[in-house]
Structure formats: C-alpha cells, structure tokens
C-alpha cells in the first residue's frame, strides 16, 4: 500500500509545484526549478549506471552458459574496453597516445583517439547499414507506391516529384519540378509535420495529467491498488 501511495503522492505534489512554477516567475519557483534540475542529472546518472551493470550483467551471462548469440556478447566486451581505453588512454598515457599520431586530448576532439574510432570505425559501418536498409526501403517503396487509391496515387506522384527533383534529371525533364518539390516540402509536409507535433503535444499533456492525478499507474509496476 505504501509502496504505491508514497510514489503517486510524489508524482501528484511535484507535478502540481512544476505547472504552477511555469506560470508564477518568482525566485522561489525559479530556485526549485534549478534545485530539480540538478537531482535530475544526478539520478540520471545513476539510472545510466544500472542500465550499464545491466547491460555487463546480461552479456557476462551470455557468454558463462555459452547461450546462442555469445559471440555478439565477446565483441560488445571488445570494443566496449577499446572504447574505455580510447576515453581515458590520452589522460593516462599521453605519450604513447601521441607515438600512434593521435592527440592527446580529451573527448571527440578532431585527431583524438574517439574521433578515430568514429571516423574509422562507427561511420563505415552505419554508411554500411544505411547502404543495406536502401534497397529494403526500396522494395518497400514499391509496394507501397503501387496506385491502388486516390491517397497511393497522390503518394505516388509526390514521390516521383521529390525524387526527380533532388537531380538533375528533374530540371532537364520539366523546369517546374525542383520548384514544386519545394513546394511540397514547405507546405504539405510541413503542415503534416505540425499536425503531428500539435498531436504529440496534446497526448504528452494528457498523459501527464493522467500520472498526476493517479489514472495512470503503469510506472509503479502494475495496476492493482
């Protein structure tokens, strides 16, 4: 009983403090704001540090009961260490840092040791997964794009539009595709684009309330009382 009512009396008062310091710009909703703010950073550093034991915990098992897929598991290790190193080599060893042509600086840094794990590492390989899921998104399009309906066929068409206009080829065939590609862009998408974030916003706002008043409980773990 406790263990529910404390967290949603919790939920309830802060979140009644935080609308009402949103509209009253006084020292003291101010100091409250920056006071929460700094309890958030530190408990999201802690939630980062149980994901990461986690993470640890799981894959360590993994590869001790040699479950399928243990292997993934050895390369997380790998480069999860080559990456620890990478972070804190420069700070430790800063001259055997420099003696492999890297700088000695911390963080990304261009020419320090985590740029080059970027460059040479992390962006091969997501051009790599990018260049796979095209042809996926391809074989999608297609079926997708077929003119079964009014909305497949204006779908169609604006596709054709935004994909001739993004090359030469548009401009050659007719003057006014680049043009009513920006078209599209400025005022359709960006009228459903607002249509989605105005939704998103009215939905965020529901839910919270939902939280603040107690309706939605799934964060506790369940929904008995």
């Given at each position: 009983m406790i263990k529910r009512q404390i967290p949603l009396i919790i939920a309830f008062v802060m979140g009644i403090l935080f609308i009402i310091q949103y509209f009253?710009?006084?020292k003291w909703s101010q100091d409250m704001q920056i006071w929460v703010s700094e309890w958030i950073i530190i408990i999201g550093g802690i939630a980062f540090m149980l994901g990461l034991g986690s993470l640890v915990h799981f894959h360590?098992?993994?590869v001790v009961r040699s479950k399928p897929g243990w292997g993934f598991s050895?390369?997380?290790?790998?480069?999860?260490?080559?990456?620890?190193?990478?972070g804190f080599g420069p700070s430790i060893f800063p001259e055997f840092t420099q003696s492999l042509g890297l700088s000695a600086t911390l963080g990304m840094e261009e020419g320090s040791s985590l740029d080059w794990i970027f460059q040479n590492s992390i962006k091969p390989l997501s051009a790599t997964m990018f260049s796979i899921i095209g042809f996926f998104i391809a074989s999608a399009a297609f079926r997708a794009f077929r003119a079964r309906s009014i909305e497949a066929t204006l779908l169609l068409i604006a596709a054709v539009i935004i994909m001739l206009g993004q090359t030469p080829l548009g401009q050659m065939l007719w003057q006014a595709i680049p043009d009513t590609m920006v078209w599209i862009f400025n005022v359709p998408?960006?009228?459903?684009?607002?249509?989605?974030?105005?939704?998103?916003?009215l939905g965020s706002i529901a839910f919270s309330l939902r939280i603040i008043f107690g309706i939605e409980r799934a964060y506790l773990g369940g929904t008995k009382d």
């Open positions: 009253v710009p006084h360590y098992t993994q050895i390369v997380l290790f790998t480069t999860f260490l080559i990456t620890i190193m990478a998408t960006t009228a459903a684009k607002r249509a989605i974030l105005f939704g998103i916003a």
